[in-house]
């Protein structure tokens, strides 16, 4: 059972992985979609989740795996329509994640109204960095994200930019997903995300909050 660990060295079984897309104008722009009027929510499986370290592994029958690098937040306590002016106080930590995007599968699969769990659920489609915790993130709605793949950068934008935020994400998704301890949300992703090949390195980063460091199998 894979476990998300805070810095003050508790231990939460990663339950639900929670995702919202379309959350940044420059990355709706860049992929030519249209903006969304409610959050745009998919699901990633636990059995998805590696660690710093660990290496990524682009299944078969894809050609594009692209990354996105996200402010993760991890869920500390349960809850059910939880409104906006309450909803920070479920975040027990702050982290880093990669929402991994098998862009041709997804493309294809979207084409003939199929549902494309496959091209974002896959195993090792999310890396994941240990969590700060909530008390330690002064602003978490003004965080820098950074990635690079190989020393280049691809990704570097602010958490200021989120179409949502993150009490707005967090409501919303507790009105059709109780919350667990455990659960992960990842906020979405800035500009900037494109594709990673077998032998990249790639470098997730908030900093003051976390790096991860991940390979391509």
């Not at 479920?90 to 769990?117: C, N």
Request: hydrophobic share 40%; charged share 20%; with cysteine.
């Amino acid at each position: 059972m894979r476990t998300a660990r805070l810095t003050s060295g508790r231990h939460l079984p990663i339950g639900k992985i929670l995702c919202i897309g379309r959350n940044y104008s420059e990355h709706i722009k860049e992929l030519g979609n249209a903006t969304p009027e409610a959050p745009v929510i998919f699901i990633k499986p636990a059995s998805s989740v590696i660690g710093d370290g660990e290496a990524i592994v682009i299944p078969p029958y894809s050609h594009d795996c692209h990354h996105e690098a996200e402010l993760a937040l991890l869920i500390g306590k349960r809850g059910k329509n939880i409104p906006v002016n309450r909803a920070m106080e479920y975040i027990a930590g702050y982290g880093v994640g990669i929402d991994l995007t098998l862009r041709d599968v997804q493309s294809e699969l979207k084409k003939k109204g199929l549902p494309w769990e496959i091209a974002k659920g896959f195993d090792t489609a999310c890396p994941l960095s240990a969590f700060v915790e909530a008390s330690d993130v002064a602003d978490p709605q003004n965080l820098q994200i950074r990635l690079t793949v190989n020393g280049a950068i691809r990704q570097d934008g602010n958490t200021s930019g989120m179409i949502h935020p993150i009490p707005a994400i967090i409501s919303h998704m507790s009105c059709s997903f109780t919350l667990d301890p455990g659960d992960v949300i990842l906020t979405g992703t800035p500009a900037g995300v494109s594709r990673i090949a077998p032998g990249d390195h790639l470098v997730a980063e908030i900093p003051g909050v976390a790096t991860l460091r991940v390979s391509v199998a």
